[in-house]
C-alpha cells in the first residue's frame, strides 16, 4: 500500500472515499469547515445535508458508528464517511485502530474503490477540553461521585501501573494505529475456498491510504505509517499460520516457516529433531509427541547483539493440534485446536518485527512444536517423566500438555543466557472461563515487566488482566511419587496453578507468562480481529521490544 500526507482540502480531496473522524457532541456543519472552509461556505448548503441526514440517522460520534454517503459531485472524493471516535476525554488508541477497521469492514468486497484520504484531528483545543469536563462534572453531580469503568482495561488493578503506563498519544501513534486497524481488517484467509463459492468474497484491496489532520513531517509519517504496515502484517502472519489445517501446518512446516522468516530478515535460526532433544535430556516435549506420528521439532530463532547486556526470550507453545492424547478433548473442544499453536505463531511472527528494528539487545525464540495424540505410544495418566532441568513430572492429565513443552523451552532459555522470560501460550481453558474472549491473562515473578506487558498491550490494543499467583496455588501441584505433578486441582485456579508449574523452570529469571487461550481465537469478526485465529500477542510483544 502506498501512503501519502493529504495536502488537499476535504472537498478538494481525490481519493475514492473521504472519511471524517468526529467526537461525540461536535457538530458535524463545523467539523467539515474544519477541514475545509468551502463547507463554511459555497459547500454550507450540502454540509447542513449531511448534518441533518446524520441526526436522521441517529449518528452521535459514538464509537463504532460511521455513516456512508454519496457526495452526488459537491465533492472531488465520490464517497464520504463519517466515523465516531465516542468523547474525546475518553479517546484511546484502540478508538482509532477500531474505527479505522471498521470503516474497511464497510467498504463492499471487491469494490473499485481503492483509494482513501482519513481527516483526523487530537482534540485538544481549550473548548474541546471545557466541554469534556463539563460533561464529566455533570456526571459527578447526579450520582455523587465519579463512575468507575467496568470493562478490564478500566476497572482498578495493582497491574495498573502509572509508571508503566504510556499515557501521551502522538500523532505517529494514532497513525501507526490506523494503518494497522485497516491491514488486519482487511485479512482473509481463502486458499481453500474454490472460486465459484459465493461466499469466497475478498476485502477491498486499497492501493493507497492518505492522512490529514496531523503535524508530521515526511520522515515521522514515514516511520509511523512503516511501523503499523509491518506489525500488522506480521500479526497477519501469525493468523496465516493458525489458519492452516494442521494436516498443512505439522512441526515440520512450522520450522520451514521459521527458516523462511529467518533468510528473509537476517536472524539465525536452529531447528532440532527428536534425536537431539533426546541429547539434550528434553523429557517433557519428547513425552507429549511419544502418540503422534508426526516428528516433533524445536525451534529457536535469534537476534543477537555482540556484548549485548540483555537477553529476551519469547517462547511459544507449538503445538500443531491438541487431541487431549488419552485424556481425550470432547469432540467440540477439539474443533479449533489447529490454534493451539498460537503461542508459537505470535513469537515467530514477532521475530519478523525485531529483525526490521533491531533492537540493541539480543532476542531469541524457542517453539517447541509436536502433535498432542493418543497414539499407541502415548503418555499414559500416571506416566512419569523428567523435564530438561532434572525435575521428575507425574502426568495426571495428558491434556494439560502445554505446560510440559514450554517447561524445557523455558529452561533451554535460560540455559542459552536469557535473562527475561515471556512466554505466551493458548494453555489453559480456565483463563476463558475467567476473562473470557476478551483478555488475555498475565502472571509472573517479574512485577516490573507484567506492567510493562500490560502497558504494551493498552497501547497495541490487547488487553492483558493479571492473575494471582499465591504460594497457596503450589500445593496442588505436589506429587506423590514424583517432583510435581503437571495438573493442580480439577476445576480450580487452574490459570494460576498452570503458571506455578512453569515457575518451577525459570531458574529465578525475570519471568511473563501469558494465557492467551480466550483473545486467541474468537467466533466472529470484531473490529480489527477477524473471525478465527487473532495472532494475539504479536503487537505487544512488538510493542514491548521495539519501544
Known amino acids: 500500500m502506498k501512503y501519502k500526507l493529504e495536502l488537499a482540502p476535504l472537498g478538494e480531496c481525490q481519493s475514492d472515499v473521504a472519511c471524517v473522524f468526529v467526537y461525540s457532541g461536535q457538530k458535524i456543519e463545523d467539523i467539515l469547515a474544519d477541514y475545509d472552509p468551502a463547507f463554511g461556505r459555497k459547500l454550507k448548503p450540502f454540509a447542513d445535508q449531511i448534518s441533518q441526514l446524520c441526526q436522521q440517522e441517529a449518528f452521535k460520534g459514538k464509537p463504532g458508528q460511521s455513516i456512508f454517503l454519496t457526495t452526488f459531485g459537491h465533492m ?3 464517497r464520504l464517511c463519517i466515523v465516531g471516535l465516542g468523547e474525546a476525554k475518553d479517546f484511546k488508541l484502540s478508538h482509532a485502530r477500531k474505527a479505522a477497521a471498521n470503516i474497511v469492514r464497510r467498504l463492499p468486497g471487491n469494490s473499485a474503490q481503492t483509494s482513501m484520504s482519513l481527516f483526523f484531528k487530537q482534540a485538544t483545543s481549550a473548548t474541546e477540553k471545557k466541554v469534556a469536563a463539563a460533561k464529566t462534572a455533570k456526571r459527578v453531580s447526579k450520582s455523587g461521585q465519579k463512575s468507575v469503568g467496568t470493562s478490564i482495561d478500566e476497572a482498578p488493578s495493582k497491574s495498573s501501573s502509572k509508571s508503566a503506563s504510556i499515557t501521551t498519544i502522538t500523532d505517529s501513534d494514532i497513525i501507526q494505529a490506523m494503518v494497522e486497524g485497516i491491514i488486519l481488517a482487511s485479512y482473509s484467509f481463502s486458499k481453500y475456498k474454490s472460486s465459484k463459492n459465493g461466499d469466497n468474497k475478498k476485502p477491498p484491496a486499497l492501493q493507497t ?18 511501523k503499523g504496515e509491518i506489525i500488522a502484517e506480521s500479526t497477519n502472519f501469525a493468523r496465516r499460520l493458525i489458519a492452516e489445517p494442521p494436516s498443512f501446518m505439522t512441526p515440520t512446516k512450522l520450522a520451514e516457516e521459521a527458516r523462511a522468516v529467518a533468510k528473509e530478515f537476517g536472524l539465525t535460526v536452529k531447528v532440532l529433531d527428536a534425536a537431539q532433544m533426546l541429547k539434550l535430556s528434553m523429557g517433557a516435549i519428547l513425552g507429549v509427541a511419544r502418540g503422534a506420528k508426526e516428528q516433533p521439532k ?11 547486556k540483555r537477553k529476551v526470550a519469547i517462547v511459544g507453545k507449538g503445538i500443531t493440534f491438541d487431541s487431549g492424547g488419552l485424556s481425550l478433548k470432547p469432540a467440540q473442544s477439539m474443533e479449533h485446536m489447529k490454534y493451539d499453536m498460537s503461542g508459537a505463531a505470535a513469537v515467530i511472527a514477532t521475530m519478523r518485527v525485531v529483525g526490521t528494528y ?6 531469541m525464540a524457542v517453539v517447541a512444536a509436536t502433535e498432542n495424540m493418543p497414539g499407541d505410544n502415548a503418555l499414559h495418566p500416571g506416566d512419569v517423566i523428567s523435564a530438561m532441568n532434572g525435575k521428575t513430572i507425574e502426568v495426571n492429565n495428558t491434556d494439560a500438555e502445554g505446560r510440559l513443552i514450554l517447561a524445557d523451552c523455558l529452561h533451554y532459555a535460560v540455559k542459552e543466557g536469557a535473562d527475561e522470560l515471556i512466554d505466551i501460550a493458548t494453555l489453559t481453558g480456565a483463563v476463558v472461563t475467567a476473562l473470557g474472549r476478551v483478555a488475555a491473562g498475565i502472571m509472573g515473578s517479574d512485577q516490573q515487566l507484567i506492567d510493562k506487558l500490560i502497558a504494551s ?8 488482566w493479571q492473575l494471582p499467583m499465591y504460594d497457596e496455588y503450589q500445593e496442588s501441584l505436589k506429587s506423590d511419587i514424583a517432583d510435581l505433578k503437571n495438573a493442580g486441582a480439577r476445576g480450580e485456579a487452574g490459570s494460576a ?6 515457575k518451577e523452570f525459570v531458574s529465578g529469571k525475570s519471568w511473563a507468562h501469558l494465557d492467551i487461550a480466550g483473545p486467541g481465537w474468537i467466533d466472529r469478526d470484531r473490529e480489527e480481529c477477524n473471525k478465527g485465529g487473532t495472532g494475539f500477542g504479536v503487537r505487544t510483544l512488538c510493542q514491548y521490544l521495539i519501544d
Open 497 to 502: 496453578s498452570a503458571a506455578m508449574f512453569l
Open 76 to 78: 472531488k472524493a465520490g
Open 209 to 226: 491510504l492518505s492522512f490529514a489532520g496531523f503535524g508530521l513531517n515526511a520522515k515521522a509519517f514515514a516511520a509511523a505509517t512503516a
Open 457 to 464: 498491550g493498552e497501547h497495541a490494543g490487547e488487553k492483558l
Open 298 to 308: 524445536f525451534i529457536v530463532l535469534s537476534y543477537d547483539v555482540p556484548k549485548s
Open 358 to 363: 533491531k533492537p540493541n539487545f539480543s532476542v
